[in-house]
Structures are given as structure tokens and as C-alpha cells.
């Protein structure tokens, strides 16, 4: 049974990976002008495409020099006619371009017929509201492999992720397949797709909904198909770190190995905490932990823990280093089926939008 669900696993998750990766090299919307003018601390004026502005960071596409990114910081002013969402570190976000301000230290933001002036520092995102589905799509795809000769093992870890951004909103996909196939053994994996949703309603506080479906051999989890949400906050957001908890509720049917599937409704508590550092190259650490207590389970509680390190050794390449635990302190199986997965991948990838 396990090396059965392994292989379609498998198939399912090198299909929607295919599937993506062709879908970014088929999006080819025509480029953007190159109008945007940023003025540099030194004097410096650098002209380009604002592709981006987060996490301390403006990514801007040149003609003379490709990709460029240059530190908030270092930049006295900003000329862009066109539309931003722009998120400031009290939560308020606007919709406008940007012009330079005549008080040091500030932005100018134009929404129509009105300028609303802005601290230069207190911007903590500014992220271009396009025109085409396409040039909405953000994402990366990392790929990490093994094989041990003496025992004919085989490890693979594939990862992807695919994000359409509008207005006060974020919906994204997320793929995460781990496999290893063993000579005379069975196969084992691990199989996760979640597609969340969340949507903006108030400064620091957004709606958040989600679909997931999860397998997991390690723990005799053949299924599970779970759908929830719920409401959250930002408590920290600055160039360098945000920290945000959400809860709701959800409802899962799962399958255990030689169990008839179960309906359960469930709690969740949710929290993640991201880090940002430049240092040459751009690296960030995120973590996230989930606790999902059931309501129609007496006494059982399930944690989903993930750390991951990502580290950019050429543009738009990153290393990755990824730890992940997975517990369920009453499976329906207890006493011959596992509590705990633990595990540790590492991996090479790509980032585009």
C-alpha cells in the first residue's frame, strides 16, 4: 500500500511541479517601461522597473545592469507613476504612485487628487498592482537529491510554490513532496499541497482561508483532506522581521492504514515568524508552527513545525535548508503507528516574480 501511494504521489506531485515550472516559462508578459527613478544617498540616479519592494529590499530591473537590488535605506527618493500597495509599519496600507517630498526624510503618496506624505523608514512593502494575471504570479521551485550505493536508497525533496498577488489580498500554492525509494523495501513519503488565501480587512489584521491535503507514510496516514480558516494579526512588521498568529477552525476527512476514514472537526492556532538579513547576498530564516487541537477527539492534539533557511548564492539561485516535525499525540493507530515524524532536507532552487 505504501509503495502504491508513493508512486502516484509521486506522479501527482512531478506533474503539478511540471505544470508550474512551464507556466513561468510560458509567462511572458510584454515588459513594463523603465521610467521609475530612484535617487541614491551618494547622489547616484538609477533608472529602472520596480519590480518589488520588501523585506528592507527594492528589486529594480535595469537595461544597462539586468536586476539590481538596493537597500531602502540608501535611497533619498522615489519617482513612479505607477500603482503601489503600500504597507507602512502600522498596518495602513494605500494605493497610489510615489513622489519625492520636499520635507527630508519623507515620500509623497499620489492618490489621486490627493498627496498623502509618508515617513521614508516607516515603509515596510511596496508591491506593484499590475494589470495581467501573469505579471501577478510570484513564486520558486527547489529540487534536493541522494543516493547511498550500499543499500540502493534513493531521497528526493521537490518544493514549490506559486503566489498571485491583488489588491489587499494573497492567494498562493504550496507543494512539498519528500520520497525514498530502497532496494527490497517499501517506499516512503511524505506529501503536502496547501492553497491559502488571505485578504486584508483592517491594518495588521487580515481573513485567512485554506485547502491542504496531506500524506504521510511515516505516521500510517494514507489521506487527509482538510478545509478552515479563520481570522489574524501582525504583530511585528518592519524592513527586517514580521511575526503574525492567526485561528480559526477546520474540518478534516483523513485516512489511516487499515482504518475506515474519519470525519474530525479541529481548532488552529497558527504562527509565523520571519527574519530577514543582507549581508552580499540575501538570506531569511521563517518559521512556522501550527497547533491543531480536536474538538470532536477528546485529548488529541497534532503540531506542525517547520524551519526553513534560504540563502541566495546567485541571482534569483538559493540554497535551502529545511527542518520539519510533524506529531499527533493520539493517532487512531496508537500503539503500532508512530507519533512523530522528524527530518531534516536540504536543496537548490529557483525564485521568479
Given amino acids: 500500500m505504501r509503495r502504491t501511494l508513493g508512486y502516484r504521489a509521486r506522479l501527482s506531485v512531478g506533474s503539478v511541479a511540471t505544470g508550474l515550472f512551464a507556466l513561468v516559462l510560458c509567462a511572458s508578459p ?13 547622489g547616484d540616479h538609477v533608472t529602472g522597473e520596480i519590480k518589488e519592494f520588501t523585506r528592507g529590499l527594492v528589486r529594480l530591473s535595469t537595461d544597462p545592469m539586468g536586476t539590481v537590488y538596493v537597500k531602502w535605506e540608501d535611497i533619498l527618493s522615489i519617482t513612479s507613476d505607477k500603482t503601489f500597495e503600500i504597507e507602512l509599519q502600522s498596518g ?9 517630498s520636499e520635507a527630508s526624510g519623507e515620500d509623497e503618496i499620489v492618490t489621486g487628487e490627493a498627496r498623502v506624505p509618508v515617513r521614508h523608514l516607516s515603509v515596510v512593502k511596496a508591491t506593484p498592482i499590475k494589470d495581467t494575471f501573469l505579471s501577478r504570479l510570484s513564486g520558486s521551485i527547489d529540487l534536493g537529491l541522494s543516493l547511498l550505493q550500499q543499500n540502493t536508497q534513493f531521497d528526493y525533496n521537490l518544493s514549490a510554490d506559486i503566489g498571485y498577488r491583488a ?14 525509494l530502497q532496494n527490497q523495501a517499501e517506499t516512503t513519503n511524505r506529501q503536502s499541497y496547501t492553497l491559502a488565501h488571505i485578504h486584508s480587512f483592517a491594518p495588521k489584521w487580515f481573513w485567512a482561508g485554506l485547502g491542504v491535503f496531506d500524506a504521510n507514510a511515516e505516521l500510517s496516514l ?13 504583530f511585528v512588521q518592519t524592513n527586517k522581521v514580521s511575526l503574525l498568529t492567526w485561528g480559526g477552525l477546520s474540518y478534516s476527512y483523513e ?12 481548532g488552529i492556532i497558527s504562527t509565523m515568524f520571519d527574519f530577514f538579513i543582507v549581508r552580499g547576498r540575501k538570506s531569511d ?6 497547533v491543531i487541537p480536536s474538538l470532536s477527539q477528546g485529548g488529541r492534539v497534532r503540531l506542525e513545525a517547520n524551519a526553513e533557511g534560504r540563502h541566495e548564492f546567485f541571482k534569483d539561485f538559493f540554497f535551502k535548508l529545511k527542518i520539519f516535525n510533524s506529531y499527533d499525540s493520539k493517532p487512531p493507530t496508537e500503539g503500532t503507528t508512530r507519533k512523530n515524524d522528524f527530518g531534516l532536507t536540504t536543496s537548490v532552487g529557483w525564485s521568479f516574480g
Fill in 30 to 42: 510584454a515588459e513594463a517601461q523603465k521610467t521609475d527613478v530612484l535617487v541614491l544617498s551618494n
Fill in 92 to 100: 495602513q496600507k494605500f494605493f497610489g504612485s510615489i513622489r519625492p
Fill in 167 to 180: 489588491a489587499n489580498s494573497l492567494t498562493r500554492l504550496d507543494i512539498s513532496s519528500i520520497v525514498r
Fill in 222 to 234: 494514507v489521506g487527509r483532506g482538510t478545509g478552515g480558516g479563520g481570522a489574524g494579526r501582525y
Fill in 255 to 266: 485516512k489511516f492504514e487499515d482504518q475506515a476514514g474519519d470525519n474530525v472537526l479541529n
Fill in 285 to 290: 530564516i521563517t518559521v512556522n508552527l501550527d
